[in-house]
């Protein structure tokens, strides 16, 4: 299969992931937004280490992965205190940093 | 000898400093000290005058270098001296006439308990009047210049509780300066055209300069002189100048500074023999003040403002002279000095009038005054005769000769200004008559105030009517002894040349003509207040009558065209510079504000929206970014 | 460069003087109120002593910038702390080291501090040592010859003023005391941000200055303009000419930049009033000589068409606007921007009697200015009001305040025998000799000045006494003591000018040279010019 389509999957899981950033309130929902983006990221890396021939992109990859991984214990750790404190896991109603 | 000369100056100057910052200590000697100083000045000047005779008629200037002035590239000015025949003669004007109204204030301003600062005043006048005759150069004559005007403001707005007092001042002040803007200006001209402003070289190279060069100095300087000599367009202040004391209208507004005008138009002679046009200028501006005077004269019932409209009439005679050129320069002169004797001494005897009259100035309010004070009738009386030109007298040497220079011009120009001249001694023997009988002739018609208080009309003390007595003997001897041979001519031909000029008929004639109108002056008025009794309420009068006390509407026009226009210039200004200057940079301030109002509404707190700048801010990147690379 | 002077740093001390002074007046204790004002008072003459120094050793035939120091500051960029005087910074220097002990003198009791405030608060220290900073700064700025120290002190500068003009207003206000506290403020920040706008253009100025020539000496980037080797290409040149000279025309202020001006003079007390006009607006003008003219010389030629016809407008839509005005202080300020004009009009006339005439003006309006507003001062911490309409008859109560005030107006209006005549006269004949037209209708503003004085000194002073000024005491001694050397100062210019004269010659001849202009020659050789 060419690899261009890959390519293709990557850009719709990025545009899907950044919608649902952009519209969801639900904090948890928003969140598994951005890990659809990280991994349409990862598609792309990997696919474009296929399309050079070299490992660059499959290494990045794993990268990724494991800044992924960190990232998930710190937001969801983030999540669930704010929702313990506002009972609530609406992104809309932590506006408190506005002027 | 010519180191005395900074002494002239130096002595009035020096009283007007010990004066004005001595403080109470010096209230009791005050007016002994300036008097003296004065005197002191005059003394010199004698000395000078005797040295000056034993001299050639050419070898008589005598210069003095104090130091330089100003200093700078290009630019030299000196403070340095002058003194030739024609500053002599000024110099023995003003410090002689000055010394005797020194004198006569002693008396006249006893009960003043600012009169200390009035002879610091006076001498400052006196210093600064010696110093305009005497500066070598044209920068160091402006100084005196402002001089004699601040001395002049000061004065006049003496008795300051006076609100009209404080705005004559004002106004004369302001009046003065329009003009010396002209000097200055003529100045500048000068300073570019010959490099610098000194007498000696700037007259000597006159005959290099282009005609249209010359004639813009020369009206400029006449503008000069007519804001000085309260002539016609710039005289509106010489009548208010009138609420000053009475010696200061005297020695300031009559005899000595209003004819500084004159003295720098002649002084100034070889720009204005180059420059006919300028000249031509000079001659209508003199005409038609010797008639605008003369009209206001006649109809003035206040007797300090009927002599101040004859003052404006006498110099306008002096600039008419001034401006025939060599045929006139020396008799405007002669004039000068005679009218300094007997104008001085009329206001002199008003002033006395109005010190036996409670102050009272209105002319209707006196009369029959003779009997209560005979030595002020005398005096005056002689004065009268001299201004009226009655023959033998000074006034009628002066004036005649600038009759007969009037004619002398020559063409339908002679005659118009010997026709105008003619008029105007006629006119001047008809107010000078009504002053003289609705004063001292007639009945008596004065009446108690309205405190009850009734004027006991009385002879002046002794030091105010010996100053009077000594200017009655100017009045009737000085024409004599300058006509007679010629003699004016020959002390002054020197400095400013002479011409004898040929009147188209016989001087005899013009002589005989000059007497026949001023008979009919007298009569006229003889007719109208001496046979008559006088109303002491004016009568309404004609037309001209009433525009003749007011000023002839001149000051009406002022008033109309510059006092509101200018008011409502200002407020004008006053309101762009607000709302407008001011509200340029506050509307550039508060759009700012605006905007960043509008900015700071996009820091919303909802991280989403953030979230979409940041995506749109990338997408757009990228594009531009691919954008660029396609093209 | 000068051998007489070399190892000690006369200049550096002169300026440190008063900067010390500010930090040990700012440090003396709350209670000491007193001690802190004859401590100012002491510093401010010592510095003028320093100054006369100066003004002593300074040769008016040697060096152009004479006195000079020079170290490194901020190697990288080749900044240098630079210092220099020539004779127009000498006569500065002079002007600010004069006139700050008399506004100390005048300022005596303007920030006592209430009975109501706390004991710990020592507003008096503060105003003292703010005002000796403000000269510490000054005369740094007319000693610096290297762009950007004068740059870091043109703008340090107004940190201070701000906090004199904010901080310690006119207690003569009408209306509340919020109200006053609320124009004040106003006022002070309006000060601030017109002058940092002009001190950022002229920063980007300053910093493309820097990229064009490579480092920030004036005489080396003069030296290196006039001998060729620095080229600046046209617009680059007028675009840095534009930069420096907006920075100097609010400051020094010409229209239409001018209205901070009034609400700053009105607002603040009068000494702090003249210290605005009479010495921090001088660096502006001073600057326009030295950096503008100096630096730009061909681009000063080009925009001078412009820069005098706004010189004119201030000239006279400045004395239009005085005459116009109710309060005393806006009134003189508006005076201020009608001479301001002619400071600017003499710098652009380029010919030697104008710059003179302009270099004299500065000092001297400095100083009639200080006698009319400290004067006026007076008159108002007495009567309690700004008003012009609010008094009346004033001569017949207090005769020597009026006489003080009335030569104070006198030299405003410029007559002969007083100091401004000789400069305002010196400006006209050297305008005229180059631009007649403007000469003329300059000439108007001697019409006009005479206007606006007279009719301040006869609304306030002359007329019939008013029933509330009927009570008002005659100037005191410490008064006299501001009034009367300032007076004696005025005078003794006003007929002798040659000291001054002397020293600012030379610097005029070489700033003619810098721009490449001869004086126009008269029309006319006559026997004294040729001699």
């Known amino acids: 299969m060419n690899p261009v389509n890959y390519l293709y999957l990557a850009a719709l899981l990025f545009t899907i992931g950044a919608a649902g950033v952009l519209i969801r309130r639900n904090a948890i929902v928003v969140f598994m937004c951005v890990e659809l983006m990280l991994n349409a990221c990862n598609l792309a890396f990997v696919a474009f280490s296929r399309m050079h021939g070299n490992l660059d992109g499959q290494i990045i990859a794993f990268f990724t992965m494991v800044v992924a991984a960190a990232e998930v214990v710190v937001g969801l750790a983030i999540i669930v205190s704010v929702f313990r404190a506002r009972h609530s896991a609406s992104v809309d109603d932590a506006s408190l940093m506005k002027l | 000898m010519e180191n005395l000369i900074a002494l002239l100056v130096g002595a009035p100057l020096l009283g007007a400093a010990v004066l004005l910052c001595g403080g109470r200590r010096l209230d009791k000697v005050g007016h002994w000290v300036g008097t003296l100083l004065a005197a002191a000045s005059f003394a010199i000047g004698l000395a000078l005058f005797a040295d000056m005779l034993g001299k050639s008629a050419d070898d008589r200037a005598l210069h003095q270098r104090l130091y330089t002035w100003i200093p700078v590239e290009g630019f030299q000015a000196d403070i340095a001296f002058q003194l030739d025949q024609l500053s002599m003669t000024f110099v023995l004007l003003i410090s002689g006439v000055g010394t005797l109204i020194h004198v006569y204030s002693i008396g006249y301003m006893e009960h003043d308990e600012r009169r200390r600062r009035f002879f610091g005043y006076l001498n400052l006048f006196v210093a600064a009047m010696l110093l305009l005759v005497l500066a070598d150069n044209y920068l160091l004559l402006y100084f005196g210049w402002e001089g004699v005007g601040l001395a002049s403001y000061l004065l006049i707005g003496f008795w300051q509780h006076k609100p009209s007092a404080a705005t004559a001042a004002k106004k004369a002040f302001l009046v003065n300066r329009v003009g010396d803007m002209g000097l200055s200006i003529a100045i500048m001209i000068m300073f570019t055209t010959f490099g610098t402003f000194t007498f000696g070289p700037v007259l000597a190279a006159t005959g290099e300069a282009s005609e249209g060069t010359l004639t813009a100095i020369g009206l400029m300087l006449l503008l000069a002189a007519c804001g000085k000599s309260a002539q016609v367009p710039l005289q509106s202040w010489l009548g208010d100048a009138m609420e000053g004391p009475t010696p200061v209208s005297a020695l300031i507004h009559a005899a000595t500074m209003v004819t500084a005008g004159v003295y720098l138009i002649v002084r100034s002679a070889d720009i204005f023999n180059a420059a006919p046009d300028a000249q031509t200028v000079v001659v209508v501006v003199g005409a038609v003040t010797l008639l605008f005077g003369a009209i206001v004269g006649c109809a003035k019932d206040d007797i300090k403002k009927a002599l101040a409209g004859s003052t404006m009439s006498q110099i306008g005679y002096m600039i008419l002279a001034a401006g025939l050129g060599p045929i006139g320069y020396v008799f405007a002169i002669m004039h000068l000095v005679t009218h300094g004797f007997f104008k001085a001494g009329l206001f002199l005897g008003a002033g006395s009038v109005m010190h036996g009259m409670n102050d009272e100035v209105d002319m209707r309010r006196y009369g029959g005054l003779r009997k209560y004070m005979p030595v002020t009738f005398v005096t005056f009386g002689l004065g009268y005769l001299a201004i009226i030109g009655f023959p033998g007298l000074s006034g009628f040497f002066s004036k005649d000769m600038i009759i007969e220079a009037a004619f002398a011009k020559g063409g339908t120009q002679g005659w118009i200004l010997g026709s105008v001249t003619l008029l105007g001694a006629a006119i001047t023997a008809y107010y000078m008559t009504r002053v003289m009988l609705m004063t001292f002739f007639g009945e008596k018609r004065w009446q108690a105030d309205a405190e009850g208080h009734e004027p006991h009309p009385h002879e002046s003390p002794k030091s105010m009517t010996i100053p009077m007595i000594l200017l009655a003997f100017g009045s009737v001897f000085a024409g004599g002894i300058f006509g007679v041979g010629d003699r004016f001519v020959h002390w002054l031909e020197p400095v400013t040349g002479y011409a004898h000029g040929h009147p188209p008929i016989s001087a005899a004639a013009v002589t005989s003509a000059t007497v026949a109108v001023m008979v009919i002056g007298v009569g006229l008025a003889y007719l109208q207040y001496g046979r008559r009794p006088v109303p002491v309420v004016a009568p309404r009068g004609s037309l001209l009558t009433r525009a003749a006390r007011r000023d002839l509407l001149q000051d009406d026009f002022n008033h109309a065209v510059f006092v509101r226009g200018g008011t409502h210039l200002t407020r004008s200004l006053v309101y762009v510079d607000h709302s407008l200057v001011d509200g340029v940079v506050n509307g550039t301030a508060a759009s700012v504000g605006g905007l960043s109002g509008r900015l700071r509404k996009l820091q919303n707190g909802y991280a989403r929206s953030y979230a979409v700048s940041m995506f749109g801010g990338t997408a757009v990147l990228i594009a531009a970014t691919l954008l660029m690379r396609a093209v | ?531």
Request: charged share 15%; proline share 5%.
């Open chain 3, 1 to 531: 460069m000068s051998e007489i002077n070399a190892g000690f740093p006369l200049l550096t001390v002169t300026a440190a003087v008063p900067a010390v002074g500010a930090i040990l007046t700012a440090a003396v204790p709350a209670a000491r109120r007193t001690a802190a004002k004859w401590l100012a008072l002491l510093v401010s003459l010592a510095t003028l002593v320093l100054a006369a120094v100066v003004f002593v050793r300074f040769e008016p035939g040697g060096d152009r910038y004479q006195l000079t120091e020079s170290h490194a500051w901020i190697k990288d960029f080749g900044v240098r702390y630079e210092l220099g005087v020539d004779g127009i910074g000498v006569a500065l220097i002079a002007l600010t080291a004069l006139l700050i002990p008399f506004i100390v003198l005048a300022g005596w009791h303007d920030a006592d501090p209430l009975e109501t405030s706390s004991k710990r608060w020592r507003p008096t220290q503060g105003f003292f040592a703010l005002i000796l900073m403000v000269e510490a700064m000054v005369i740094l700025s007319f000693e610096a010859t290297d762009v950007f120290l004068f740059y870091v002190l043109f703008e340090a500068m107004l940190i201070p003023m701000y906090f004199l003009i904010g901080g310690f207003g006119d207690r003569a206000h009408a209306g509340s005391d919020e109200n006053a506290a609320a124009q004040r403020s106003y006022a002070a920040v309006k000060f601030l941000l017109y002058n940092l706008v002009g001190g950022l253009i002229m920063l980007a100025a300053v910093i493309g200055l820097y990229v064009v020539a490579g480092n920030f000496s004036l005489t080396e980037i003069a030296e290196a303009r006039a001998n060729g080797t620095l080229d600046m290409a046209t617009n680059t040149e007028r675009l840095l000419f534009l930069g420096f000279f907006f920075a100097f025309a609010v400051k020094a202020p010409l229209w239409p930049l001018h209205t901070w001006l009034p609400n700053a003079m009105g607002e603040a007390t009068a000494p702090v009033a003249v210290l605005i006009t009479a010495v921090v607006d001088k660096v502006g003008t001073f600057a326009m000589l030295r950096f503008c003219l100096g630096l730009f010389p061909e681009a000063s030629q080009w925009a001078t068409p412009a820069i005098i016809v706004l010189a004119l407008i201030s000239i006279v839509y400045g004395a239009l606007v005085a005459v116009g005005q109710r309060d005393i202080k806006r009134l003189v300020a508006y005076a201020s921007i009608s001479h301001f004009g002619f400071i600017v009009l003499g710098i652009f006339a380029m010919t030697s009697q104008g710059q003179s005439g302009a270099t004299l003006y500065m000092v001297n309006h400095g100083i009639s200015t200080a006698a009319l507003m400290l004067v006026a001062g007076f008159l108002i911490s007495r009567r309690g009001s700004r008003l012009i309409a609010d008094y009346g008859g004033v001569q017949k109560v207090a005769p020597v305040l009026a006489g003080t005030f009335l030569i104070g107006g006198l030299a405003t209006l410029s007559l002969p025998g007083l100091a401004p005549f000789v400069s305002e006269f010196l400006v006209l004949v050297g305008t005229y000799a180059r631009y007649p037209v403007a000469g003329v209708i300059a000439t108007t503003g001697i019409v006009l000045a005479a206007l606006y004085t007279l009719v301040l000194y006869q609304r306030t002073m002359t007329g019939p006494v008013k029933e509330e000024v009927r009570s008002l005491p005659d100037l005191r001694a410490r008064e006299l003591a501001v009034a009367v050397p300032l007076i004696a100062v005025l005078i003794f210019l006003g007929v002798f000018p040659k000291p001054l004269t002397d020293v600012v010659n030379p610097a005029v001849r070489h700033t003619m040279s810098d721009v490449q202009q001869t004086d126009p020659q008269p029309a006319i050789q006559t026997v004294e010019a040729a001699k």
